[in-house]
């Protein structure tokens, strides 16, 4: 979660070495790989490669939408756009 409480969701594997990002450190909105220290905005984009100017290509992850609605996260992770019109209604 960001740090005003909305939920993310991105690749979980570090494009660098595989790492799992769960294994990382979250500080604020950024979350750390804790293989090399890559780190990713809520949005997926790699933000800071330690000791480069520049980020290497495919360095970003994926992000998925996602929709908060009666306790639940609902996730879109395909290749269809996100409609949070079609969740049932509890």
């Known amino acids: 979660r960001r740090g005003d409480g909305s ?9 660098h070495r595989g790492l799992p990002l769960a294994l990382g450190r979250v500080d604020g909105d950024l979350i750390s790989c804790g293989y090399h220290g890559l780190t990713f905005g809520p949005d997926g984009q790699c933000v800071r490669v330690p000791c480069q100017q520049n980020k290497p290509a495919g360095a970003d992850l994926r992000s998925y939408p996602l ?3 009666y306790g639940l996260i609902w996730i879109w992770m395909g290749d269809a756009p996100a409609d949070p019109a079609l969740l049932p209604d509890y």
Do not use: F, Q, Y
């Open 67 to 69: 929709e908060e609605r």
């Open 7 to 15: 939920p993310v969701a991105l690749t979980g594997l570090c494009p």
